[in-house]
């Protein structure tokens, strides 16, 4: 707000005819004070004041909060001799800073005295870094990207949403800003954008909170949490056993959607299974209250049915305590497509497109709408940096798995180089900030370079989802007969591996995607409508023995644990009477997560990089693989399968050492399941013979669809 004004006989003028202060302006003329009055708003980041075209005499300028300025009471001035213009700044870089209030602003000058006086408040950029809103010592700062925008304002309960109290100034390159006083934590906020033909009402796309997937922004400090005490360590990648938990149906209290709060209930249960890495599906704020997630449209604000950014990290630091890390799933294939303000952000968009944020031609169409983010803009990939290292930075996550990266990779155009560099750039960026932790790809075609380093050429990501397992394991699980179960894919499940190593790939036999989608549950699949059948449970049970034992971070699937059947829907939660009802297949995935992770010390190979599937008979339907890290008693593991209906009271493989191999775990045994025959050995002796290309051969019994795990 501009004040303009030429006068001889000022407003409020109080002639004193007094000796001017000492360093003004001497002279043989009367001297007077004329007085104006600024009112400065929190919204109003500087106010001014400017004396100029001076004539008949001479003039001082001064300024003072809360009252007239006089002699020895003001808070600034400026008297410079020999010119002629004079000039006032006050903003929170200037001493004084600006306050919100009442500021007088005096001009002492020689009676008869003109000039013009030009003053009031003015629009400037923020003096401080940062997108978003950013909550500073004793207000917050507003910034944002909107390049098509004729002029950008921020209203919110600071300025009782006035669509025109709070300008925004422009920086160039379509960023606008503006820092408000006064503004703090939790207060709710929107941008006013002018497209030209009309204002629109947009949520800030950094926003770390809304109240609703169409609500208002909320601020949100993310220096506030007491992080005290938070000396979590990740766990080395071969030590890792993910869980999957999808929050809305984890744990919740009766129909009501699941949280934060009530998810971090069953912590202590997790640890107790021997579970050190939970994997969130998305949890950033989606359309409606119940979701997979997938759909999210705002990537920086947790998901308000879930809880608060402080309810996330509250169960962050409470996972932390029980030695278990989190990772979250995050989208940067697309985004949406509905209740998403960044959607044609600043009013502008081609055809049907979706303006500065996405791609605008053919590269936009993704399986899921028309949503791909334009990997080619800057700030759109500083945006998506910036989102990624936000898990780390603000919340402590200790991991992410990027969705569907194939889609940021190529799209309906063929590869898109852009969407690659951007996973190279944003893997950089993680790793030397946080070289610890693990950034994992969902790609899903067996894509080497995605987990090589980027000065290789690769995406540069630790490890993938791996569709080499799941796929040929569940069909040599779920169908009726025998004779159609292939070792040899079997075979080839195990041992798979990218670039060499064990850890560049998650297992799993059940994950959000496969247990829906027109498939279900294991233990479903095998037998529908009686997953608690025996078959269901013997065959479920032994893959998930070959997951624990396989190569590969594992991962199970909320309730796989205690044989949750059918097939995952957002509004249906897991049934946690299973738990008491199958507590002995509880009690087999308690100890086989303990065998993966050595934890009593005997099976130190199942974390080692060192896999040989040495014996294979497929008219019989097994298989038997040695794992080991360095070799040695403690270290080598020989793991048996049967994937036949057979029991075998004699079957001999071959040993890497002699002596006496204890059985560590039997999965027929009938602490599991009383239907289970108990049947196997509980140890056997190797002797010195060649077999399966080992140098010693022992004697087994093994029960139907049944695993054992040995070592010395």
């Given at each position: 707000m501009l004040f303009t004004l030429l006068f001889l006989a000022p407003l409020w003028v109080a002639q004193t005819p007094v000796t001017p202060p000492s360093g003004g302006i001497a002279g043989p003329k009367s001297w007077e004070w004329s007085y104006r009055r600024v009112i400065a708003s929190n919204w109003h980041p500087q106010v001014f004041a400017r004396l100029t075209n001076l004539q008949g005499g001479k003039a001082d300028l001064y300024i003072r909060y809360g009252g007239k300025p006089k002699h020895g009471l003001w808070d600034m001035r400026s008297n410079r001799p020999g010119f002629r213009d004079e000039e006032i700044i006050l903003n929170?870089?200037?001493?004084?800073?600006?306050?919100?209030?009442?500021?007088?602003?005096?001009?002492?000058?020689?009676?008869?005295?003109?000039?013009?006086?030009?003053?009031?408040?003015?629009?400037?950029?923020?003096?401080?870094?940062?997108?978003?809103?950013?909550?500073?010592?004793?207000?917050?700062?507003?910034?944002?990207?909107?390049?098509?925008?004729?002029?950008?304002?921020?209203?919110?309960?600071?300025?009782?949403?006035?669509?025109?109290?709070?300008?925004?100034?422009?920086?160039?390159?379509?960023?606008?800003?503006?820092?408000?006083?006064?503004?703090?934590?939790?207060?709710?906020?929107?941008f006013v954008i002018d497209t030209g033909p009309s204002d629109i009402w947009k949520n800030d796309p950094r926003a770390r909170k809304v109240t609703s997937a169409t609500?208002?922004?909320?601020?949100?400090?993310?220096?506030?949490?007491?992080?005290?005490?938070?000396?979590?360590?990740?766990?080395?990648?071969?030590d890792l056993v993910i869980y999957e938990m999808h929050l809305g149906t984890f744990n919740p209290t009766g129909n009501a959607v699941g949280t934060f709060n009530e998810a971090q209930q069953k912590l202590d249960y997790l640890a107790d299974l021997g579970i050190n890495a939970i994997e969130f599906m998305p949890i950033c704020e989606f359309a409606g209250s119940r979701s997979w997630g997938y759909n999210y449209g705002h990537p920086f604000a947790v998901e308000s049915s879930y809880g608060t950014p402080e309810d996330l990290k509250t169960f962050v630091k409470e996972a932390h305590q029980r030695g278990i890390a989190i990772l979250v799933d995050v989208?940067?294939?697309?985004?949406?497509?509905?209740?998403?303000?960044?959607?044609?952000?600043?009013?502008?968009?081609?055809?049907?497109?979706?303006?500065?944020?996405?791609?605008?031609?053919?590269?936009?169409?993704?399986?899921?709408?028309?949503?791909?983010?334009?990997?080619?803009?800057?700030?759109?990939?500083?945006?998506?940096?910036?989102?990624?290292?936000?898990?780390?930075?603000?919340?402590?996550?200790?991991?992410?798995?990027?969705?569907?990266?194939?889609?940021?990779?190529?799209?309906?155009?063929?590869?898109?180089?852009?969407?690659?560099?951007?996973?190279?750039?944003?893997?950089?960026?993680?790793?030397?900030?946080?070289?610890?932790k693990i950034n994992i790809a969902e790609d899903m075609w067996s894509n080497h370079w995605m987990t090589k380093t980027t000065g290789a050429g690769g995406a540069g990501f630790d490890s993938q989802w791996d569709p080499n397992f799941v796929h040929p394991i569940r069909n040599a699980a779920i169908p009726s007969g025998d004779s159609g179960r292939n070792m040899d894919d079997v075979k080839d499940s195990i041992q798979y591996a990218y670039n060499g190593s064990a850890f560049q790939r998650v297992i799993f036999t059940e994950s959000h995607d496969e247990v829906a989608n027109g498939k279900s549950r294991v233990p479903e699949e095998i037998?529908?409508?009686?997953?608690?059948?025996?078959?269901?449970?013997?065959?479920?049970?032994?893959?998930?023995?070959?997951?624990?034992?396989?190569?590969?971070?594992?991962?199970?699937?909320?309730?796989?644990?205690?044989?949750?059947?059918?097939?995952?829907?957002?509004?249906?939660?897991?049934?946690?009477?299973?738990?008491?009802?199958?507590?002995?297949?509880?009690?087999?995935?308690?100890?086989?997560?303990?065998?993966?992770?050595?934890?009593?010390?005997?099976?130190?190979?199942?974390?080692?990089?060192?896999?040989?599937?040495?014996?294979?008979?497929?008219?019989?339907?097994?298989?038997?693989?040695?794992?080991?890290?360095?070799?040695?008693?403690?270290?080598?593991?020989?793991?048996?399968?049967?994937?036949?209906?057979?029991?075998?009271?004699?079957?001999?493989?071959?040993?890497?050492?002699?002596?006496?191999?204890?059985?560590?775990?039997?999965s027929d045994s009938n602490v599991f399941d009383s239907s289970f025959g108990n049947y196997g050995s509980t140890a056997t002796q190797a002797y010195a013979g060649s077999s399966d290309g080992m140098p010693y051969t022992g004697s087994l019994s093994i029960g139907p669809y049944s695993a054992l795990i040995l070592s010395q």
């Open positions: 929170n870089t200037t001493q004084p800073g600006l306050q919100t209030g009442a500021w007088w602003i005096g001009v002492w000058h020689e009676t008869g005295a003109s000039y013009q006086l030009d003053s009031g408040t003015e629009t400037i950029p923020s003096s401080h870094s940062g997108m978003g809103a950013t909550v500073l010592e004793g207000g917050t700062s507003f910034r944002a990207w909107a390049p098509y925008a004729v002029e950008m304002r921020v209203a919110g309960d600071f300025n009782g949403w006035s669509w025109l109290a709070s300008p925004m100034a422009s920086e160039g390159d379509g960023i606008w800003s503006l820092d408000v006083r006064g503004v703090t934590a939790d207060g709710k906020y929107r609500g208002n922004s909320v601020i949100v400090d993310p220096d506030a949490f007491d992080w005290s005490g938070d000396n979590f360590s990740m766990p080395a990648w071969n989208l940067y294939n697309h985004w949406g497509p509905t209740d998403m303000d960044l959607w044609r952000f600043d009013g502008w968009g081609p055809s049907n497109y979706g303006g500065v944020y996405f791609y605008n031609n053919g590269r936009a169409v993704t399986p899921w709408g028309d949503t791909r983010p334009n990997y080619g803009v800057g700030q759109v990939r500083q945006f998506i940096r910036d989102n990624a290292l936000s898990w780390f930075r603000e919340y402590h996550m200790d991991g992410l798995r990027w969705d569907a990266t194939s889609y940021i990779r190529q799209d309906d155009w063929g590869a898109n180089g852009d969407g690659w560099s951007l996973m190279q750039w944003v893997n950089d960026e993680i790793d030397q900030e946080f070289g610890w037998w529908p409508g009686n997953a608690d059948s025996w078959s269901s449970k013997k065959r479920s049970t032994l893959i998930a023995a070959a997951l624990m034992t396989s190569p590969g971070v594992p991962l199970i699937f909320q309730g796989q644990e205690f044989l949750e059947d059918g097939f995952f829907d957002d509004d249906d939660p897991l049934d946690w009477n299973k738990f008491s009802t199958f507590s002995g297949i509880h009690q087999l995935y308690k100890n086989l997560i303990g065998l993966r992770r050595n934890r009593i010390g005997f099976t130190k190979g199942l974390k080692g990089n060192n896999t040989n599937v040495h014996h294979l008979n497929n008219t019989n339907k097994l298989v038997a693989f040695h794992r080991w890290d360095q070799g040695g008693p403690g270290d080598d593991v020989i793991v048996l399968l049967n994937f036949s209906g057979t029991s075998f009271p004699v079957y001999n493989i071959g040993f890497p050492a002699g002596g006496t191999w204890l059985v560590r775990f039997n």
